[in-house]
């Protein structure tokens, strides 16, 4: 299993202002514990006051008590990619805080579904008995969800982050509200579109067996379609293999739906393929809008195809959970949710909200990214 879960001085060359771990001197002459100190973030339009503000205030809560040891994991579908900001942060954090703690990847993904979330459920269970007393997990799915209430019924704290498990006993998701997050793509790709009527191309997914791809689909269906757009749904094909039949399936709606295509909005991290079916149907001046920050679809943006794209946050969600672990441990349960409550959607859910990154904003993101070392 490879372990990348290291202090950010060590994992990224970068010097912190981070406390030190412990409540006394071993001499017990009462040596007062330092204070746990964020690394300043600089201003800048794409900045989250608000996320920060709450942030702020979960660590001066924490302050007020003794700093105490604890050891946790984080838990990844993959390193890199859209995860490498989220692995960033988590080990920001850690560090920060000064825990024992690791980010690790899954012990072997094979993109078998069944699988993976079987190796996910084991990588769990051996996490506990290591001795974890939190647990930040992006899930594969629904069958990791006994051996996370095995953990939680053991007395270790689970935070869900990127991918819910609300059947599951964890304490808090930290993500995206994807019914709403479709929404707000909607409403971007709406104010693009000439007047109806027309055709959007969804590259998304109705999948039940998905719960947040099918919310944030069907947010985004609900503002295209109230607005009198019809609408078309072409599931995502995530393997790189898929890639021909989705920009074909695409091009061809493009080619021959009625009414015609005016729009396409793609919802996840291969998004740039709509910006090629546009391409390969020789329509490139069709608008599009995508979501994340994929390396391809920035390219796009800098060529003027996407004319925005939809960030998750994914460096805030990694930095929140440690953060959100080690506050469940000092303060307690309620007393964590009660200071998240700016951003709770509800008892067990926190909305990171959405950077939305016109096309022409592509180098001022990068700038913000960089400034919190967060760039893909």
Known sequence: ????????????????????????????????????????????????????????????????????????????????????????????????????????????????????????????????????????????????????????????????????????????YVGTNNKSAGTTAGKTLLALLPSGPGTVVIHGSLDPTWIDGKDRTQGAQGVLEAAGYRTLVRPVTWNQEGEADDVEWMKTQIETAEPPVVGLIGLFDLSYRCAMATEAADKPDLPVVTFDFNPKTVDYMREGRVKAT???????????????????????????????????????RFNLGLDVVPGNKVDEYNSFLDSIGANQ
């Not at 201003?43 to 996320?51: A, C, G, S, Y």
């Not at 994914?314 to 080690?326: A, D, F, K, M, N």
């Not at 309620?334 to 959607?345: F, R």
């Open 310 to 348: 939809h960030i998750q946050r994914q460096y805030y969600q990694g930095y929140l959970v440690p953060y959100i672990l080690y506050g469940i441990k000092t303060l307690g349960l309620e007393a964590t949710k009660s200071i998240l409550a700016p951003q709770m959607v509800d008892d067990s």
């Open 1 to 172: 299993m490879k372990m990348i879960g290291r202090r950010w001085m060590a994992a990224f060359g970068l010097t912190l202002m981070t406390a030190a771990c412990g409540t006394s001197d071993p001499t017990g002459a009462g040596e007062e514990a330092a204070l746990i100190k964020r690394a300043p973030t600089l201003e800048n339009e794409f900045t989250p006051v608000e996320l920060e503000a709450t942030i702020d205030n979960l660590v001066a809560e924490i302050n007020k008590n003794s700093i105490e040891p604890m050891q946790m994991t984080v838990m990844l579908k993959t390193l890199s990619a859209f995860f490498a900001p989220i692995a960033t942060g988590a080990n920001r954090a850690m560090g920060e805080l000064g825990v024992t703690g690791n980010v690790v990847g899954p012990l072997q993904q094979t993109g078998d579904q069944k699988a993976d979330m079987e190796g996910q459920s084991r990588q769990i269970k051996q996490t506990v008995m290591e001795g974890a007393e939190g647990i930040g997990i992006s899930p594969f799915g629904d069958g990791n969800v006994a051996a996370l209430d095995e953990a939680v019924a053991k007395g270790v704290h689970v935070v869900t982050l990127d991918t819910d498990l609300a059947s599951s006993k964890r304490s808090i």
